[in-house]
């Protein structure tokens, strides 16, 4: 069963780092395209940041560009995403979808995890 697992979210304050994981199971994951969304209360679903896991490829939204970085480990199977000078405006959950066409891919999702930065 194809299934994805974010892990790594929790309560920092301004200015700290947090590194997500997600790990994926049930593809063939050098294929594909892995990417982090967030969604705030409130506020509709947004696109972090993405990459293609078989060129390394990445992407991001302006407002973390310098201070995200995502990465893949393809022997784990797993995309992480660090986390730098997070700022309040960072709060939401995050979840990470996995795709076969490219950024930004929405075919299989996580379950979330809670990333909140306090001021």
């Known amino acids: 069963e194809a299934q994805l697992v974010e892990s790594g979210g929790g309560l920092v304050q301004a200015g700290g780092s947090l590194r997500l994981s997600c790990a994926a199971s049930g593809f063939t994951f050098d294929a594909y395209a892995v990417g982090w969304y967030r969604q705030a209360p409130g506020k509709a679903r947004e696109g972090v940041s993405c990459?293609?896991?078989?060129?390394?490829?990445?992407y991001y939204v302006d407002s973390v560009k310098g201070r995200f970085t995502i990465s893949s480990d393809n022997a784990k199977n797993t995309v992480y995403l660090q986390m730098n000078s997070l700022k309040p405006e960072d709060t939401a959950v995050y979840y990470c979808?996995?795709?076969?066409?490219?950024?930004?891919?929405?075919?299989?999702w996580g379950q979330g995890t809670q990333v909140t930065v306090s001021a």
């Open positions: 979808a996995i795709g076969a066409y490219g950024c930004f891919p929405t075919d299989s």
């Open positions: 990459i293609v896991v078989s060129d390394g490829t990445t």
